[in-house]
């Protein structure tokens, strides 16, 4: 692209060739230095943004950087930035968890308090706009050859029918050799189910259980026993030690998962706070929130409170009597991807978050919740390297196509790929078909929906965790209508495992997080969390486009399906689509919120008609942002409408 340096610029570079003369064997920095330069100077250009778009560091201060996990874009405009305890066990054990409000309007920040160590958790968007949030972390892990004191799941069992018990943290089992072990958490234990014959009058007992991690009350080897047992517990007597008593298969020094929690909250867009509602049955840690047809919300997968994966325990949660009620059973891996694309079915495109067997759940398929069945789906290159890549439902939703992007192996592996590939729903036999490639093998591949049904990616690593300096500092931009990628200008900021991405409602991409496992190539220094937030600023925004972009005026605030609503703007002649976008909710990569639903579309004289599809499936209740977008595909600014 031709450009006019400046003279101070010139002169920078010839005195920079003379330097490279004198320099001798320090010839290459000084060259590295001059071709920064030039590159600052060449992506500063109105033509190179108006091609590849542009990127901006935001300022945050010192008091709000955060270990961004969770990033959700909420109906007030600002973005609730979760990070927990942040992957770090100091925060863990001092109880300090964080939750930020930024605002992109005015780069404003805000501290919210955060109840419990929602790390890891869960999250979607409820009918009425509040954030459920549910799971997080009970306990951080320890790895093989560091666990000192033996220990494992304790199940507790209560033959009582008349009355429940609870159980602080700290509680004493004993096994019968006398070896005694403590529990990591307080446990309630349910009453008892008793049941009577009709005819012969017989009652009939059954003892409840709950599950507890336990572990010795000191280290050594002694304590480590692979044989089932009955433990007492310590200090009941009478009756109570009859009816209350503990089993447990084994007790180890092996590696011991992160431990999920049972706790749910609502998070307040409009009061700014969380509001705790009735816990999960079942603990859960990277556990996916997907949202129903009818606003209700499916908790899948996640780890347990002894650190087991869930064997296909999965709930609903009902907001309006803000509590939870058994699922459809199925396995799946941590952090599936799961979206719901025609009634009661979810479409699980294979990616995920990573615990669970190399073997077990990681297949593609169509899941009826209502019948409960799964269909499989194949068709998919490298299909032993789903972990950690992206996944989406591409605009508009109506086609009711799903990408998937990239990836890596199972665990701690070097394996990544290049591969993409699309399933079309609607066939009477749907098989994924190759994309196109990446630019190179990637994962931790963050994809955003853009208005004018693009699809921006960008970031993600070659390795494990941004491994041997492998994060990969490039942006593309996808068009499903051509089927190509497009270069786009390439972030400052690399992103790997624990990072984020989300459309604003001003049309840019904001991107979060990152938690390097090495600082540099060698793998010798331990890496650092990246706090800063990069903004990306698209094509669409700079030049012309970005200067005459339509406007939205008055109009409803809340649509039905099925049904039109009117808005004034002085650019109707030219508006070319009408989009409903659903705001993310994104940790891990995994973003089954997002998605960009096409409106039926009428110009008149000084506004614009839009007609709703009537499909609950297609748009959940919920707050969306609705974009209008020109024959250049410049959209609006995104005016919120509710459908509840």
């Known amino acids: 692209m031709p450009y006019r340096p400046s003279k101070q610029f010139r002169k920078t570079l010839i005195g920079t060739g003379v330097t490279v003369v004198l320099a001798g064997l320090n010839a290459p920095a000084t060259i590295g230095f001059a071709q920064e330069r030039l590159h600052d100077y060449r992506i500063s250009r109105p033509a190179y ?32 930035l979760i990070a927990g305890s942040g992957n770090n066990q100091e925060q863990f054990d001092a109880g300090t968890f964080a939750t930020i409000l930024w605002d992109p309007a005015d780069n404003s920040f805000e501290r919210v308090p955060t109840p419990e160590d929602l790390f890891c958790a869960g999250h979607a968007q409820l009918a009425d706009g509040s954030m459920l949030v549910a799971g997080g972390t009970a306990r951080y892990e320890v790895l093989e050859g560091k666990v000192k004191r033996a220990g494992g799941a304790m199940r507790v069992k209560n033959e009582n029918p008349d009355k429940p018990r609870t159980f602080p943290e ?93 706790d749910s909250f609502e998070f307040d867009p409009v009061a700014e706070k969380y509001v705790r509602v009735d816990p999960m049955d079942k603990a859960r840690w990277y556990p996916t929130l997907v949202t129903l047809p009818d606003g209700r919300v499916l908790s899948v997968s996640g780890l347990d409170e002894v650190g087991k994966i869930l064997q296909g325990d999965n709930e609903i949660y009902d907001p309006r009597k803000r509590s939870w009620s058994t699922g459809p059973k199925r396995y799946f891996p941590t952090y599936p991807a799961l979206f719901l694309f025609e009634g ?139 089927g190509e990628f497009t270069e786009a200008a390439a972030p400052e900021v690399g992103r790997n495992y624990h990072s984020e991405a989300l459309l604003l409602p001003d049309g840019r991409v904001a991107t979060f997080g990152s938690d390097p496992l090495y600082a540099d190539k060698d793998n010798t220094r331990l890496g650092t969390f990246e706090k800063r937030i990069e903004v990306y600023t698209p094509p669409y925004l700079h030049g012309e486009r970005g200067e005459n972009r339509p406007v939205i005026g008055d109009g409803p605030l809340r649509l039905e399906r099925g049904g039109e609503a009117t808005y004034a703007t002085p650019d109707a002649d030219r508006i070319a689509t009408a989009r409903l976008m659903r705001p993310s909710a994104v940790t891990h990569v995994t973003d089954v919120e997002q998605r960009s639903i096409a409106l039926g579309l009428d110009r008149g004289p000084d506004g614009v008609t839009v007609s709703v599809p009537d499909d609950g499936s297609l748009i959940p209740p919920g707050w969306y942002m609705l974009f209008l977008t020109d024959e250049e595909g410049t959209p609006s600014v995104a005016k919120w409408v509710h459908l509840p």
């Open 344 to 482: 009661d079915k979810l479409f699980y495109s294979g990616s995920n978050a990573g615990y669970g067997p190399a073997d077990k759940g990681r297949v593609p398929g169509i899941w009826d919740l209502s019948a409960n069945t799964f269909e499989k789906v194949d068709g998919l290159k490298d299909p032993d390297q789903l972990e950690t890549s992206s996944s989406l439902l591409l605009p508009p939703a109506q086609d009711r196509k799903v990408m998937v992007l990239g990836g890596g192996g199972v665990g701690e592996s070097e394996k990544s790929t290049e591969r993409t590939a699309i399933v079309d729903l609607t066939a009477d036999n749907p098989v994924y078909r190759d994309g196109p490639d990446l630019p190179e093998p990637t994962r931790y591949l963050n994809s955003v929906i853009l208005p004018d049904d693009t699809v921006f990616t960008t970031g993600g690593s070659r390795d494990y965790r941004g491994r041997s300096d492998s994060d990969i500092l490039a942006a593309q931009i996808y068009d499903p209508r051509s």
């Open 170 to 262: 700290g509680t004493r089992f004993r096994s019968p050799s006398g070896t005694e072990y403590a529990s990591t958490a307080s446990v309630l234990v349910p009453r008892a189910e008793k049941e009577a014959d009709d005819e012969t009058g017989e009652v009939t007992v059954t003892a409840s259980e709950a599950v507890v991690f336990v572990e010795a009350v000191e280290e050594g080897e002694e304590y480590v026993t692979d044989d089932p047992a009955q433990y007492e517990i310590v200090g009941l007597g009478g009756e109570d030690a009859d009816n209350l008593y503990g089993l447990a298969e084994k007790l180890t020094l092996d590696k011991q998962d992160f431990q999920g929690i049972k």
């Open 49 to 80: 943004k108006a091609r590849y778009g542009s990127w901006q560091i935001m300022d945050v201060p010192s008091q709000y950087q955060t270990n961004a996990i969770h990033a959700a874009l909420l109906h007030t405009g600002k973005v609730l």
